[in-house]
């Protein structure tokens, strides 16, 4: 009886966790609709987003995204960013939060202009149908199927080579990992937490790895004897193991831009870092994205953030 009552309240708290950590998702979400505003710029957007994160008290998951048209996902203003948003822009934002490292991670589409109106609609009702299926026994599959026929039944196209995945506990990919399409998988949802992000294609619906790399993660076990990546790693290194931008260590370790430099380049040949390259549609086309987080327990399932 008393394992029995201590499993519970563990359980109970991590589902607070994640709760609190989507209370601030959400604020932080609609500052985001607040605050994009054509002429904004990427740079300022980002900052200001992550001061709500921290200003509520809980911690940045990983660096805000700001993915432009066809570029889908992994893209975070540089330190020295000068973009703005003009009105034809497809914008993505896509915000992580987590509270004591249960982690709450969604994604709007902005088009100001409503250009490309048909598009959202089409896969924030993707993502609409597969919540609706997502529940404790099924079958991955059918997520993926579900994201896959409403956007080809609305003439899009899903990114075939991304998908749903899981929220551990300071883990943003965690299992399972479920493709944005029909699949042939049997394996069958458990209890826990994931996050369902249908990305829409106007083109063939395939992304590729961007030279351009602003997200970083501490590979465990290494190290540098350089002076200057050493100090680079100790700032990222307080990170508990999630993704950070590169501006945020250019900001907190304060080296000129030789020192920073050769620091980076150190701990990237020595394979202290992990990469996340920005994922940019292959054929040029328009992407869109919407993600929300989801519990998955035995009796129910509990969309976070709304």
Same mark, same amino acid.
């Given at each position: 009886?008393?394992?029995?009552l201590?499993?519970?309240i ?7 966790n994640?709760?609190e ?9 609609n500052?985001?609709k607040?605050?994009?505003k ?10 200001? @987003?992550? /001061?709500n994160? %921290?200003?509520?008290?809980?911690? &940045?998951?990983?660096?805000? !995204?700001? #993915?432009?048209? $066809?570029?889908?996902?992994?893209y975070?203003?540089?330190?020295n960013?000068?973009?703005v948003l003009?009105?034809?822009d ?15 991670d ?6 100001l202009?409503?250009?490309h ?8 009702l993707a993502?609409?149908?597969a919540i609706?299926?997502a529940?404790?026994g099924?079958?991955?599959d059918?997520?993926?199927a579900?994201i ?5 039944k ?5 990114i ?5 995945h899981g @929220?551990d /506990?300071?883990? %943003?990919?965690?299992h399972?990992s &479920?493709?944005?399409?029909? !699949?042939a #998988?049997?394996? $069958? ?16 619906g ?24 050493r100090k ?11 993704p950070f ?9 304060k080296l000129n ?14 394979d ?7 994922l ?7 992407t869109?994205q ?5 519990? &998955?327990?035995?009796d ?5 953030? $709304?």
């Amino acid at each position: 009886l008393i394992v029995c009552l201590n499993i519970f309240i563990m359980e109970t708290k991590e589902i607070n966790n994640y709760k609190e950590a989507a209370k601030v998702w959400k604020a932080t979400i609609n500052l985001a609709k607040k605050e994009v505003k054509s002429g904004i710029k990427l740079y300022d957007l980002a900052n200001k @987003l992550e /001061k709500n994160i %921290i200003d509520n008290d809980c911690g &940045i998951a990983f660096p805000t !995204n700001l #993915s432009v048209n $066809e570029k889908a996902a992994h893209y975070v203003p540089t330190h020295n960013d000068e973009q703005v948003l003009e009105d034809s822009d497809l914008l993505k934002v896509d915000i992580g939060v987590h509270k004591n490292g249960f982690i709450c991670d969604g994604a709007i589409s902005v088009n100001l202009d409503n250009t490309h109106a048909k598009q959202i609609e089409a896969n924030e009702l993707a993502l609409e149908n597969a919540i609706s299926v997502a529940k404790y026994g099924v079958t991955v599959d059918k997520i993926g199927a579900e994201i896959e026929n409403t956007l080809k039944k609305a003439g899009f196209n899903p990114i075939y080579n991304l998908g749903v995945h899981g @929220l551990d /506990k300071f883990d %943003i990919h965690s299992h399972p990992s &479920i493709p944005n399409h029909a !699949n042939a #998988s049997s394996v $069958e949802l458990e209890e826990g937490a994931i996050a369902i992000e249908p990305f829409s294609s106007t083109g063939d619906g395939f992304i590729h790895e961007d030279v351009q790399v602003e997200i970083f993660m501490v590979n465990k076990g290494k190290n540098v004897r350089n002076t200057y990546g050493r100090k680079i790693l100790e700032i990222a290194k307080t990170y508990d193991n999630l993704p950070f931008a590169e501006r945020w260590l250019r900001e907190k370790s304060k080296l000129n831009e030789f020192g920073f430099t050769i620091g980076l380049k150190e701990l990237m040949k020595a394979d202290v870092l992990k990469t996340f390259p920005g994922l940019k549609e292959t054929s040029g086309k328009f992407t869109t994205q919407v993600e929300k987080s989801l519990l &998955i327990l035995e009796d129910k399932t509990i969309v976070l953030g $709304e």
